[in-house]
């Protein structure tokens, strides 16, 4: 924002109560409530407004005060910002936050990634950080980028995940693959929070080489590092915290099968959410959103097989 | 009758249920002359075992299926070829119908053969022919049973994408490695492995030694999945101090029978104590005409088969069925005997057919022929098929209880048991109690209470008791 004066925030609470994740904290003291807007309690009128800033030349970084409350801004982000630029020729620089995810008994309306819905629709980007320097770097990504960005905030990962972030501003491309952890045996494909579950599950495995491609973004993804990391340990582990049908997951299955067929040892494997709402309850919660034991019985399955 | 060209041994049509057999063992090698009829190989259906015998005279030229493997009715098994002839080429044709017809005309005659011949050993004074458990048959074809085809487990035949592609790109034959994966499946590292010890020339060096090293040592196994994880069980393994062993064909049968009919019928056994003081009067008297006219025992067992059926006839619910929502009577008996086999290690339940027809020499004849064959492995699977009603012997042993498990679809069995002196009250000439030294047998009815009520069962058994007690020789 000190950079770039087209650069503003909006979003419900993110002003002059820093947002209900504190992560716009201290933002409206130093660059003033024009730029630091606390809106209406409406998603479609922040997503709605921020296109049409994009399209006069700003570049808008609304936040949803969680990722399951942007289901109000459907019509204007598919309809209008996704098609915009192939309609128009216009682009629409805008990114939207959605602190997203569960684990802290939100409940259904406080605990979904809804990043499958989005990538689903052609125009719009989906990121998904997991560590604080990808948060980082990815965000300003997101801000440069021409089209419409969902910037996906593990809430888990805010106060629970800690990194070093280098002072200097740099940029993390949009589409590439990290490695988390390299191994030999089994890749497990995940981004967010879930890498993290990945982590240790591997670490919980001594006699199984677990390699972990954390996506960082999952549209558009990194196809290449996928199926590379497949190539070497011809057993794949899909994980998303997401609900299974049509889940992410789901298309990365597909393509490792389209692709990288000749190369499998083992069928794809997905370990996802059931297909449900995310429940209320800290033990059917923990049922739900895919845990470590869940991970290390898919890979000691394939490992096995 | 000398064969005059080759003649193929094809796998029998044991009965109309059965559509595949098991090789369990060849009874002549490649090379050895054998007789027509002579016994050739041992076979294993989920009915029955049996022998089949040679369908010609001559040199059994060539074995076509090995022993383990389970083949459709109708495959070639073998080739039997004139003496002295070379051996030609092996025909690869179909085999026609006949020869199928063919050889289960033989198998039936080598099987009838047998029952002229009833051996006296079947024939003990405490009946022996029958033991605890129960059957194998139905009339209902049983669920296809899995078999592998050999003891490796079928995952030796999955082969992976990437274990398919790097077969064929280094000339693998994947037959030379030990599998580590599931089932024994070859998993990618097992062929590269595989490769890099040197096992197997890759396709551009013609000049790869020419004696193939031996396969490398299995690599170590990895620790079985955790069970609670794993969506299908993991092989078997032998724990130290156990010993493991395949099923045969016939364990397994009685294993899936004895399960589905207990999630089937509402078990229920009622017992009744009869004074078969008379019987063993009438038996003792009978015996030795028995034996010397007709060759054979009139065993307890024939005794309470005979009065069973009269019993029957009054209570047609009992040898009756539930067949979807119907109720299934008969104006016939079927009747199941159940036979423990030599070895101790399964049993099989033959069939007399018809049984009202027969007296207590017909039945004792009939029992005596179908128990012999069990054990001789010469039954047809026909034979141990359509029973309406079963009889199980647990007494041979001593005991004086049991709760037998019914035969399905039947409503019913009978379990007979030890006959043996006790102290029994009677009442004397003048009508006064005394106690007597009476022989005594318990009796239990197992009923399907689905359609058998306790108190029907309970006046079967009383009505049997009755007929046992006071029949005289001349109803037998």
Redesign the interface.
Known sequence: MRRDKRVFVIGEDVGVYGGAFKVTLGFQEEFGPWRVIDSPLSETAIVAGCTGAAIMGMRPVAEMQFADFISCAWDHLVTVAAKQRYRAGTPVPITVRLPSGGGFSGGPFHSQNPESSFAHIPGLKCVCPATPEDAKGLIVSAIEDPNPVLFFEHKHLYRRIKGEVPDERYVTPIGKARTHREGEDVTVITWGAMVYTAEEAAKQLD?VSVEIIDLRTVLPWDREAVLESVQKT?KALVLHEDTRTGGFGAEIAATIAEEA??????PVKRVTAPDTPVPFSPVLEKAFIPQVEDV??GL??L??? | MATEAAVDVVMPQMGVSVSEGTITKWLKQEGQPIAADEPLLEISTDKVDTEVPSPGEGVLQQILVQEGETVEVGTRLAVIAPEGSEAPPASTDPVPEPATAQAAAEANAAASGESTTPSAETTDATPTETATAETTDTTEAPPPVAVPSDGQGDGKTFVSPVVARIAAEHSVDLKQISGTGRGGRVTKKDILTFIETGAAPPPDSPEAPAEAPAAPAPEAPKPPPAPALAPTPAPAAAQVGEVLEPMNAMRRGIAEHMRRSLDTSAHVTSAIEVDMSRIVSIRNKLKQEYQAAYGVNPTYLAFVARATVETLKEYPWVNGEIRGDQIVTRSYVNLGFAVELADGKGLIVPVLKNVETLNLLGIAKGVADLAQRARDKKLLPDEVQGGTFTITNPGGYGTFHGTPVISQPQAGILGTYAVVKRPWVIQDELGDDVIAIRSIMNLTLTYDHRLVDGALAGRFLRDLREKLQTWGESDY
């Open positions: 006699d011809s067929f000749e190369h499998l040892d083992a290390l019985a000691r399955e490992s096995a097989y």
